[in-house]
């Protein structure tokens, strides 16, 4: 079908050559100002939940870390373990990475060693999604699997025996700052900034916990009286981006005293939660978002007048070979 007649014409090839040569517009702009993908990583939107609330004086928020280029919330820590190390010259352009990681952070230093120059090694356990797999490969990740009774323990002791062994160098996400400091500068003030100061409450699932601690860490500066809520899996649960870590195995960037409340969520919970995010909301959402947004629409049922955020960490498609999605 042709263009409605309210419509501007196509331009023609001279006409676009004449655009082509003006210097005003022909130095507007300057190749070197264009965003590198690594520039895109960050400022992701902040939505209101419409119909999941259900009556409720509350305001309910999901962040769609999803947006990221890698897909994920952990593009942002990725980046800046990264750059840090760089500043600090503790690696370079074509050195060796490796990591232990249960999908998403893989995901993410896979697209930042791409993009860098760098070779990555990812040492994770052999039950994750084949979507997560075949991503980390898709960037270029060397993988290197342990058994799914060996679990994230069991990798980020491989990962040590290997830097041990001179094999490459570590980054750490359990113990680097670096990781909690990228959602102190930049999550955490979106957050504040997009709500407009109004939060008064914040829902992140507990992992490597890097979200939880940045995040809570700028909130509490600018209002103490933020609550700070985490979700853990239940008992016999295992959720993708959801962990309860035995004490020698807990975080170092971990500090309780971050968290203002823990919640626990079922496996069940988290994976309806995410169908109905989808279906009730166009929200196509990963598991530990769907444990997310039970959380917080379980403190939602206690509370009035409330600003409620929570994390939405990743995208849905990451996890349709799992069957938590229907075909």
Excluded at 74 to 102: H, W
Aim: proline share 6%.
């Amino acid at each position: 079908m042709g263009r409605g007649g309210s419509e501007p014409p196509l331009q023609s090839q001279s006409e676009l050559s004449h655009i082509a040569s003006d210097p005003e517009i022909s130095t507007m702009a300057d190749p070197r100002d264009y965003p590198t993908l690594a520039d895109t990583v960050g400022r992701t939107p902040l939505v209101r939940l419409q119909r999941l609330p259900g009556t409720t004086t509350n305001v309910i928020l999901g962040k769609l870390e999803g947006n990221n280029p890698a897909g994920s919330v952990k593009d942002r820590p990725a980046l800046s373990m990264i750059v840090e190390a760089e500043r600090r010259g503790d690696i370079k352009p074509g050195d060796t990475l490796i990591e232990a990681t249960s999908g998403n952070t893989g995901i993410a230093l896979a697209m930042v060693a791409a993009i860098k120059g760098y070779k990555l090694i990812l040492v994770m356990p052999d039950n994750q999604s084949l979507e997560r797999v075949q991503t980390m490969r898709a960037y270029g990740a060397e993988l290197i699997q342990v058994t799914k009774a060996s679990g994230m323990e069991g990798a980020r002791d491989l990962a040590e025996r290997m830097r041990v062994e001179g094999k490459g160098h570590i980054l750490n996400q359990f113990a680097n700052p670096d990781n909690p400091l990228a959602h102190y500068r930049t999550t955490g003030p979106e957050i504040w900034y997009d709500t407009g100061g109004r939060i008064t409450h914040f829902v992140s699932a507990m992992g490597t916990t890097g979200t939880i601690m940045g995040v809570s860490k700028f909130l509490k500066e600018r209002n103490p009286a933020v609550t700070i809520v985490g979700a853990q899996p239940a008992e016999g649960a295992s959720i993708p981006g959801i962990r309860k870590w035995p004490a020698e195995y807990l975080p170092k960037i971990f500090d309780g005293t971050r968290v203002d409340r823990t919640e626990s969520v079922t496996q069940g919970e988290a994976e309806d939660m995410a169908r109905r995010l989808a279906h009730e909301e166009g929200i196509f959402g990963g598991i530990s978002a769907g444990g997310a947004c039970a959380v917080a629409l379980r403190i939602s049922r206690e509370v009035r007048n409330a600003t409620i955020v929570f994390v939405v960490c990743d995208r849905g498609d990451r996890y349709l070979s799992t069957g938590v999605f229907p075909l």
